[in-house]
């Protein structure tokens, strides 16, 4: 039975405090390097895309399309948690406003989902262009393609809503936070109320979503390795497969450690396998997607080249 003081805790939490990578002064400064770097790596490498992609007309089709709401999102979820982890080690702080953590948990969610959602979708666009390349362009049409993303993006809003209402609708009896971020199970183990089996709900509901989304892309990518095998050309073969086995290994990768992070019931044992698991949900991702579906495509070096080459010519002309 909680008393009133425990219920007027969660009106007093004016911050919260994070977890502290290390109590040594240069350990902290190292680590801070070592984000930074990872941060600058996924930032210019989505950047490149989007550049990329917008200012060449012949990258304007459904793949590239979707390539640029990754790359955006990517960028939206990587900029929600790594800056401010950087900004406490730099300044030897450990607290995140109330506001701002409400704002992490929203944002991040938004972002993930939609992430996720929109590598099904490319999943789905892989399969239609190469299980049915006579169909293409009359099921993948822009507004096919349109309607796909901005259906995306209305079911991540509606999920971040719920799961940020249901997480601080509850009453915290602490105020310290067991993550480098404000992770979701980690505040659902501060409750002292009931009300986190909404939260929970909802959690298992996000699971349930990106699991369906894992058999859906798993299932698709069975009939596109069955098409695959039957192309004559071996080159083909390399090339669609080549696309599809990195886009897999990064879906795997995010759903299962997010999951290992969100499905397990909550604990108060905290282990460094928590804070390097959470690393990889929330930094890895990010970093490679533009190396796995940009960076190794030639109409992406090409149209990187053509912006290369226009600003050096751009960059002279204003010297002379």
């Known amino acids: ?161 719920l799961h940020t209402g249901g997480t601080f609708a509850i009453n915290f009896c602490s105020n310290i936070v067991n993550q480098f971020f404000c992770e979701v199970p980690k505040l659902i183990k501060l409750s002292c109320s009931d009300l986190n089996l909404i939260e929970i709900g909802f959690l298992a509901l996000g699971c349930s979503y990106g699991l369906g989304c894992f058999i859906f892309i798993i299932f698709t990518y069975m009939h596109i390795f069955a098409a695959v095998l039957r192309i004559p050309s071996e080159q083909g073969q390399k090339k669609a497969l080549s696309t599809c086995l990195p886009h897999l290994i990064v879906v795997s990768l995010l759903l299962f450690s997010g999951m290992f992070q969100y499905a397990r019931p909550p604990t108060n044992t905290f282990s460094d396998v928590d804070i390097i698991v959470s690393v990889i949900y929330t930094i890895i991702p990010p970093l490679l997607n533009p190396f796995i579906y940009s960076m190794r495509n030639k109409e992406i070096k090409t149209a990187l080249w053509k912006l290369l080459h226009l600003s050096k010519m751009m960059s002279r002309e204003v010297l002379l």
Do not use: W
Not at 16 to 36: H, K, M, N, P
Not at 85 to 94: E, I, K
């Open 1 to 161: 039975m909680h008393t009133e003081d425990s219920k007027q805790n969660y009106t007093s939490v004016s911050k919260f405090l994070l977890l502290e990578f290390s109590e040594v002064r240069e350990l902290q400064i190292f680590y801070f390097f070592v984000f930074l770097a990872l941060y600058l790596m996924t930032v210019s490498g989505n950047l490149l895309i989007v550049i990329a992609i917008a200012f060449d007309h012949h990258l304007h089709s459904p793949m590239y399309f979707f390539l640029i709401n990754l790359a955006i999102l990517d960028l939206g979820s990587i900029s929600v948690i790594v800056p401010k982890s950087m900004a406490n080690s730099l300044m030897n702080s450990r607290s995140i406003s109330f506001s701002g953590c409400v704002a992490q948990v929203f944002f991040y969610f938004f972002f993930a989902t939609a992430d996720f959602s929109i590598l099904t979708i490319m999943a789905h666009d892989r399969y239609v262009a190469i299980c049915k390349p006579l169909q293409y362009e009359k099921i993948m049409h822009k507004g096919a393609c349109i309607q796909m993303a901005v259906s995306a993006g209305i079911a991540s809003m509606l999920y971040a809503t």
